[in-house]
């Protein structure tokens, strides 16, 4: 059964930094590319980053690129994401993802963590 933990949202203040941290458990992690999305209030997920399993080569959302940066450990079994320069409107539920090697989505997500960015 793959499982998925977010942690490391919070309340911060513009222009702070956060790091969140997705730990998977239940397949075998260096095989599989990962990503973070996002959820706004009243809105559908949205793509914020990816890494893929071989290269750990990353590509992002235009809003993010230069002040966020996914990473993974494969010995942890874990993705990162590190958020520098946080803005209001990032604020939004953030969730880890597993997609195949294709770059779709497999329907195993991460219970989310709340990140909240005041003005």
């Known amino acids: 059964q793959v499982q998925l933990v977010e942690s490391g949202g919070g309340l911060v203040q513009t222009g702070a930094s956060l790091r969140l941290s997705c730990v998977a458990s239940?397949?075998?992690?260096?095989?599989?590319?990962m990503a973070w999305f996002r959820q706004f209030p009243g809105k559908g997920r949205e793509f914020v980053a990816r890494i893929r399993y071989a290269t750990e080569t990353a590509i992002y959302t235009d809003s993010v690129k230069g002040r966020f940066t996914i990473s993974r450990d494969n010995a942890k079994n874990t993705v990162y994401l590190q958020m520098n320069s946080l803005k209001p409107e990032d604020t939004a539920v953030y969730y880890c993802?597993?997609?195949?090697?294709?770059?779709?989505?497999?329907?195993?997500w991460g219970q989310g963590t709340q990140v909240t960015v005041s003005s």
């Open positions: 239940g397949l075998t992690f260096s095989r599989w590319n």
């Open positions: 993802a597993v997609l195949t090697p294709g770059g779709s989505e497999t329907g195993y």
